[in-house]
């Protein structure tokens, strides 16, 4: 078994054209099959969803998907994390060595 196979909830939107909300309606109504790796990463088998693709029992729904404001923020602290809190130890320390 190769994870080539197995691809994620967003590569699927991308190759079915729609927002990553629908792929996880797709799953729930069973339409898809969802398979949990190491029961955290839930991914999709490539072959299930070209399938779903070529038969037509999805609709592509062009256009941007838009993203509100606090998915952005949570998507920022979430990929960015590790760079804030660096900096917040960073900065503790030169306060604290400047003081002493």
């Known amino acids: 078994m190769t994870f080539d196979q197995y691809i994620s909830v967003r ?3 991308q190759i079915l054209g ?10 729930e109504e069973d339409q898809l099959h ?22 037509g029992q999805v609709v592509s729904e062009q256009g941007p998907v838009l993203y509100s404001s606090g998915e952005r923020i949570r998507d920022f602290f979430y ?6 809190f660096s900096l917040i130890a960073m900065g ?4 604290w060595i400047s003081r002493g």
């Open 11 to 13: 590569e699927t939107a």
């Open 34 to 55: 969802g398979y949990r790796i190491a029961d955290q990463f839930l991914r999709l088998k490539k072959s299930e969803v070209m399938i779903l693709k070529h038969t």
């Open 79 to 84: 990929f960015n994390d590790f760079y804030i």
């Open 92 to 95: 503790v320390l030169l306060y």
């Open 18 to 27: 729609i927002p990553e909300k629908k792929v996880m309606d797709l799953i």
